[in-house]
């Protein structure tokens, strides 16, 4: 037997024997959840036990029905309404988020009795952004068993909450300083967790997520309908996932824009409850905080109309009513239906955010890997996306520093965007710079409102974390149209590219995302219809293939078209068995069924199999610039990566705009053994490419 063969089955071996996740302590009382413990927000599980469901479970606390509701019955005093600030009815604007009296204020428990459906349970950090889960977990020794049921973001809550998982392992969303918002000073994560026998449903953002957890199972789970990933677990330690199956969610109708208008409602609406003095000029008006917020208000409203209340059902989806509402549909609407932003669906990653590039291997001090991850009889199929970039004006042009300008959840002060029928700049008068003048919409014109409020010192209360905002003065000074500053070229703007709304980087669609893993094993997996029909990277910011334009980018070039079924970076000690990857499409950019990266090391693929790739099959490709070459391949394999073995791999049905390759072996040493090559139906290949 050959020694690097044996090598691989000493690994199989190894993990073969490495102890399970340990499962959760069921020796507890079982807590039974229905629909009544969801309607006011979000399922805290704080001590062990089992629970579970004892029906389906369509999250929507909240609600405007059930807000109006609460008032009519007095559930809901009229004192504490103005108090809050709910109109009777109450609108799309106002519902799906905590009320302030929902919210812990130290020894203050609020006007509600402790228990109650409405007393102060939430922390105003952690829920700050919303009700961010359904479930969220900070326990040890916990089981959610779905008893056969689903347990899902209604369609409501999932248009009003952008940011959401179905369950959170853990207190809070993001680890201190990380994410859009200030979480809070410490994180409690859950360990010693299993999540068993559903569905787990629609979601906005996560099916299951957290950092920093332990011990983690999740068996004969399926999910379906999650728009960014299935499973997103950062700098966990054991992970088992499996008999499961996982499937995106199409007919998305809102781009990140719209989540950029849920977010920035409470900065606005705390401007005009603090009397703000602020005024912003547009277009010769001048406009107050009142007037910032009634059109902020009106654009969520008449697009809750739209989707939820009267859905206007274009091609079995229910969309913006463009006739009605132009702006908002201008300014909101999806037309593809799939996500707009990086498409996952098995992720994990180093503790903290998964949002920069991909990453190097942990130092295991500084950053903390992932570890013991195992994923046996795991499926995605029909994963669809349509990843978009989103240009950022870099402040270094305009200002002092060099960052992206962004508001203080961090979502890109959008210039350039267009409209979705007609391709038409929707916030300035031109494409072209020098005739770039400010038009705006209710979105950005409410974070530039901010942005001169703050710098004005201009601001009510000190609970609203402001410190990612970067709008600089030269910006507010463009937007007011103000004299020497009536264009983007007046002002000296400069870009950054390779990002979303978010200026998250842009990595593509990737089925299953193992990113800074140690010890790794997928077994009998596979992924089967993984497209993405975003646009390819614009050159605005120049031809950068051979470097990055995003600050936190690792891979060069633009990254949002790519399509990937696996991926490994930052990974060490990984085996693959029994896996395969067919049907990936990628209109425009690389397609690969497995993709080694950066600087994973010690990574081995086992009777692997990948069939039909199609890359870059737009018949409009644009050649040059920021994209990376539209190659089909089998097995991708970066020129920083350490020992990498194939064995007893079967590729077949390339087709790539730029060429196919079975093996795209950049390191120049990957080991390839008992390789079939069988490229029917291609014009071209080549083994080895370096």
């Known amino acids: 037997m050959p020694m690097l063969t044996l090598v691989a089955l000493m690994t199989l071996m190894t993990f073969g024997v490495m102890a399970p996740a340990t499962s959760a302590s069921e020796g507890l009382d079982?807590?039974?959840?229905?629909?009544?413990?969801?309607?006011?927000?979000?399922?805290?599980?704080?001590?062990?036990?089992?629970?579970?469901?004892?029906?389906?479970?369509?999250?929507?606390?909240?609600?405007?029905?059930?807000?109006?509701?609460?008032?009519?019955?007095?559930?809901?005093?009229?004192?504490?309404?103005?108090?809050v600030g709910l109109p009777d009815p109450v609108d799309a604007y106002h519902a799906g988020r905590p009320l302030y009296t929902q919210f812990a204020h130290g020894d203050d428990a609020g006007p509600f009795a402790p228990g109650g459906p409405l007393d102060a349970r939430y922390d105003p950090a952690a829920y700050g952004v919303g009700f961010f889960a359904a479930i969220a977990v900070a326990a040890?020794?916990?089981?959610?068993?779905?008893?056969?049921?689903?347990?899902?973001?209604?369609?409501?809550?999932?248009?009003?909450?952008?940011?959401?998982?179905?369950?959170?392992?853990?207190?809070?969303?993001?680890?201190?300083?990380?994410?859009?918002?200030?979480?809070?000073?410490?994180?409690?994560?859950?360990?010693?967790?299993e999540i068993r026998n559903g569905i787990i449903g629609r979601s906005s953002h996560h099916g299951i997520h957290g950092n920093g957890n332990e011990?983690?199972?999740?068996?004969?789970?399926?999910?379906?309908?999650?728009?960014?990933?299935?499973?997103?677990?950062?700098?966990?330690?054991?992970?088992?996932?499996?008999?499961?199956?996982?499937?995106?969610?199409?007919?998305?109708?809102?781009?990140?824009?719209?989540?950029?208008?849920?977010?920035?409602?409470?900065?606005i609406d705390d401007l005009v409850e603090a009397r703000s003095t602020t005024?912003?000029?547009?277009?010769?008006?001048?406009?107050?905080?009142?007037?910032?917020?009634?059109?902020?208000?009106?654009?969520?409203?008449?697009?809750?109309?739209?989707?939820?209340?009267?859905?206007?059902?274009?091609?079995?989806?229910?969309?913006?009513?463009?006739?009605?509402?132009?702006?908002?549909?201008?300014?909101?609407?999806?037309?593809?239906?799939?996500?707009?932003?990086?498409?996952?669906?098995?992720?994990?990653?180093?503790?903290?955010?998964?949002?920069?590039?991909?990453?190097?291997?942990?130092?295991g001090i500084d950053r903390i890997p992932s570890r013991n991850v195992r994923f046996r009889n795991v499926h995605v199929i029909d994963q669809r996306s349509s990843i978009k970039e989103v240009p950022a004006i870099d402040s270094n042009g305009v200002a002092e520093g060099g960052a992206a300008v962004i508001d203080p959840v961090g979502a890109v002060f959008q210039v350039r965007n267009t409209h979705p029928r007609t391709g038409a700049p929707i916030t300035i008068a031109s494409l072209d710079d020098t005739e770039a003048r400010y038009v705006g919409n209710p979105l950005t014109n409410a974070q530039a409102f901010l942005a001169k409020a703050v710098h004005s010192g201009d601001l009510g209360n000190d609970r609203l974390d402001i410190t990612r905002l970067n709008i600089p003065g030269s910006v507010v000074g463009w937007v007011e149209?103000?004299?020497?500053?009536?264009?983007?070229?007046?002002?000296?703007?400069?870009?950054?590219?390779?990002?979303?709304?978010?200026?998250?980087?842009?990595?593509?669609?990737?089925?299953?995302?193992?990113?800074?893993?140690?010890?790794?094993?997928?077994?009998?997996?596979?992924?089967?219809?993984?497209?993405?029909?975003?646009?390819?990277?614009?050159?605005?910011?120049?031809?950068?293939?051979?470097?990055?334009?995003?600050?936190?980018?690792?891979?060069?070039?633009?990254?949002?078209?790519?399509?990937?079924?696996?991926?490994?970076?930052g990974a060490e000690d990984v085996i693959v068995v029994r896996s395969e990857a067919g049907d990936l499409r990628s209109k425009s950019g690389p397609a690969a069924g497995f993709a080694m990266l950066t600087d994973s090391t010690r990574v081995s693929l086992v009777d692997a199999r990948v069939r039909s790739v199609d890359a870059g099959w737009d018949d409009e490709m644009p050649g040059g610039g920021?994209?990376?070459?539209?190659?089909?391949?089998?097995?991708?394999?970066?020129?920083?990566?350490?020992?990498?073995?194939?064995?007893?791999?079967?590729?077949?049905?390339?087709?790539?705009?730029?060429?196919?390759?079975?093996?795209h072996d950049l390191s120049g040493h990957a080991m390839v053994i008992g390789t079939r090559d069988a490229l029917r139906g291609t014009t071209s290949w080549a083994r080895w490419a370096g």
Not at 174 to 187: T, V
Not at 504 to 515: E, M, P, S, T, W
Not at 648 to 663: F, K
């Open 30 to 83: 079982v807590v039974w959840l229905d629909a009544d413990d969801f309607i006011y927000g979000t399922y805290i599980i704080d001590r062990p036990g089992t629970y579970k469901l004892a029906e389906d479970i369509s999250f929507n606390p909240n609600s405007p029905a059930t807000l109006t509701a609460a008032l009519e019955t007095g559930a809901i005093p009229a004192d504490v309404a103005a108090q």
């Open 140 to 193: 040890d020794g916990v089981v959610i068993d779905l008893d056969g049921h689903t347990i899902e973001q209604s369609a409501e809550h999932a248009l009003l909450q952008r940011f959401f998982s179905v369950i959170e392992l853990a207190d809070q969303p993001f680890i201190p300083d990380q994410g859009p918002a200030g979480f809070g000073d410490q994180i409690t994560s859950a360990t010693n967790v």
């Open 215 to 267: 011990n983690v199972t999740i068996s004969h789970v399926d999910f379906v309908d999650y728009e960014v990933g299935a499973v997103a677990l950062n700098g966990v330690q054991s992970l088992s996932v499996r008999h499961s199956v996982a499937e995106n969610r199409k007919g998305i109708p809102v781009l990140g824009t719209f989540s950029a208008a849920t977010f920035i409602k409470a900065y």
């Open 279 to 363: 005024t912003l000029t547009v277009g010769g008006q001048q406009l107050r905080a009142v007037d910032i917020q009634g059109s902020l208000q009106a654009a969520i409203n008449n697009t809750h109309h739209d989707v939820i209340v009267d859905p206007n059902i274009v091609n079995g989806r229910a969309v913006i009513n463009e006739a009605a509402h132009p702006v908002e549909y201008g300014l909101f609407h999806n037309s593809s239906g799939f996500i707009d932003g990086n498409s996952y669906s098995f992720l994990t990653n180093e503790f903290g955010v998964a949002v920069n590039g991909f990453p190097t291997t942990p130092d």
């Open 481 to 569: 149209g103000r004299a020497g500053s009536e264009t983007l070229a007046d002002i000296g703007t400069t870009y950054l590219c390779n990002g979303d709304s978010m200026f998250h980087v842009n990595k593509g669609a990737i089925a299953f995302k193992l990113d800074a893993v140690e010890h790794a094993m997928l077994v009998d997996t596979s992924v089967h219809g993984l497209e993405n029909i975003g646009p390819p990277g614009d050159g605005l910011c120049g031809d950068y293939s051979d470097s990055t334009s995003h600050p936190a980018a690792t891979i060069n070039g633009y990254g949002g078209a790519a399509v990937r079924a696996y991926t490994f970076a």
């Open 626 to 663: 920021p994209n990376n070459e539209a190659h089909a391949s089998g097995f991708y394999v970066a020129d920083d990566t350490g020992t990498v073995t194939i064995i007893r791999a079967c590729v077949t049905d390339l087709d790539g705009y730029d060429g196919e390759y079975v093996v």
